[in-house]
């Protein structure tokens, strides 16, 4: 039986902010008292636990949040679950749930996929509690449902909108789905989106979808190996690529387009730059291929601060600012919005927000500002 | 009987920019694959006058594979648009076949197909 989010059916809030005019709610905003900014901007979070409503309410969110100076937003509370992790072996059918191989708790199976997919969640979802303060996916201790020896030899990790699938690969060009960190994390991350900024999946806001993924996936990743933003590798799939495959991994974060070339695969096709922006309409209009351009930003903000746990709290505070309609310029504004509370709040270290922008600048997606008269030295 | 297939997508966003398509007539095959071809595509359902293709759907599913199928026979065109979500379970040797097909057309034969 599929557990459906507790919150889902009993929290659409009577505040109706969708009839509040917006500059109401922008000078609520931005009251002195805390108290005031914090009431505007949680009841502005409840309304946007249902999903029907975001689009609604994104541009008023959008100012709310980011005038609000908030450095951190914490989703509506409500009753909680104990993100249980549940394997099931689907024993290459093209079905989920054939059979619970084990439950949360319980000793392994003996399985290495079954038992991989049960650590490696564990591992994220501990990672999201632990460092984001954050109770499985939806913040509400959503169970985790892993579906390993999925189909035919599948050669895909892949998130349904309710559980995970993984696939066993071909043993020749890809492998060990179930088994890599960066994979599962990357899944989960979906989750995550789906019940924060449910970013629409096509376009810019699928691009910064995959985005979030990949920044989850390297930040529990890393974090996991004990690696610093300086001796990672910043791959994302280097551990499912077969012995037939030629290339690094699937991605990289540090210099999109440069993870593989292959004769199956062809060429790396992500950009690093607005520059080379992908336009045409294979991948839901290249939500794989332009998430390269905020990927190599993130590296940047990571690598500059010395820190990925810190820059992937940033970015967790500002994925839960954005709204399934957000474009690459409205995220990194939010992300220097975001920084800067942050550093108010002392999480951050000065100068952080310059980090951001300045790293959004390299990337082509925003603009540096420069006083006249000043010259700029690359 | 003619066959067009092309896919894409998954967690890699694969073949995006160069779709893993295969295109075959079971006039030009060989009678075995001919045969085998022909009947795969018969047991898949897929055949079925007057079923309307699946639309793309817009559901949550991410980083699945979207396949796209087109068969002539009969003087018909059936074309189907899936994707790993929506796939009926009937039509998935025929898709397994495909895939097999065209990766190995593209590796030059230097995968095996399966």
């Not at chain 2, 920019?17 to 898949?44: G, N």
Request: proline content about 4%; charged content about 25%; glycine content about 10%.
């Amino acid at each position: 039986m599929i557990r459906q989010p507790a919150h889902v059916s009993h929290t659409r809030h009577r505040a109706r902010c969708d009839f509040i005019p917006p500059f109401i709610i922008d000078n609520l905003a931005r009251d002195d008292r805390e108290e005031i900014r914090a009431a505007v901007l949680a009841t502005a979070h409840q309304a946007m636990a249902s999903r029907t409503r975001r689009s609604e309410l994104e541009v008023t969110i959008d100012q709310v949040a980011a005038s609000a100076g908030l450095a951190e937003i914490s989703a509506a509370p409500g009753p909680t679950g104990e993100a249980n992790r549940e394997v099931y072996d689907c024993h290459q059918k093209w079905e989920k749930r054939v059979e619970l191989v084990r439950r949360e708790g319980a000793d392994p199976t003996g399985d290495a996929d079954a038992d991989s997919a049960y650590d490696l969640v564990g591992v994220t979802r501990d990672f999201l509690k632990k460092e984001l303060g954050r109770n499985s996916i939806d913040n509400q201790g959503l169970d985790l449902n892993l579906n390993v020896h999925y189909g035919v030899k599948y050669m895909n990790a892949a998130w349904d909108g309710e559980e995970m699938v993984f696939g066993d690969g071909d043993g020749k060009l890809f492998i060990g789905f179930a088994r890599s960190l960066d994979v599962i994390a990357h899944e989960l991350g979906h989750g995550v989106t789906q019940y924060t900024a449910n970013l629409n999946y096509e376009g810019q806001s699928g691009a910064l979808n995959e985005h979030f993924s990949d920044v989850l996936g390297t930040v529990v990743t890393q974090a996991h190996n004990g690696e610093t933003a300086a001796t990672a590798d910043w791959l994302i799939g280097d551990e499912i690529m077969g012995p037939d495959l030629q290339g690094e991994a699937l991605r990289s974060m540090r210099a999109p387009g440069t993870a593989y070339d292959d004769p199956l695969m062809r060429t790396d096709p992500q950009p690093a730059h607005m520059d080379l922006y992908y336009r045409g309409d294979a991948d839901n209009r290249g939500v794989h291929i332009n998430s390269g351009i905020p990927n190599r930003a993130f590296y940047l903000v990571a690598t500059e601060l010395g820190d990925t746990l810190a820059a992937g709290r940033l970015w967790y505070q500002g994925l839960q600012r954005l709204t399934p309609t957000a474009d690459f310029v409205t995220a990194a504004e939010v992300l220097v919005n975001t920084a800067r509370a942050m550093t108010k709040a002392g999480q951050l270290p000065k100068g952080a927000a310059q980090i951001v922008r300045s790293a959004f600048s390299e990337v082509g997606i925003l603009k540096l500002e420069v006083a006249p008269g000043v010259r700029r030295y690359r | 009987m003619q066959v067009r297939f092309q896919m894409s997508g998954g967690f890699g966003g694969l073949f995006a920019t160069a779709p893993l398509s295969y295109e075959a007539s079971t006039d030009d095959l060989p009678r075995q694959e001919a045969d085998l071809l022909r009947r795969l595509v018969e047991e898949s359902g897929l055949l079925v006058a007057g079923q309307r293709p699946s639309a793309r759907p817009r559901g949550m599913a991410r980083d699945v594979f979207q396949y796209q199928v087109q068969v002539i026979t009969g003087g018909r065109t059936y074309w189907y648009d899936f994707d790993d979500t929506t796939v009926p379970a009937r039509a998935r040797p025929l898709l397994d076949h495909l895939t097999a097909a065209a990766v190995h057309q593209r590796t030059g034969g230097s995968t095996e197909m399966t």
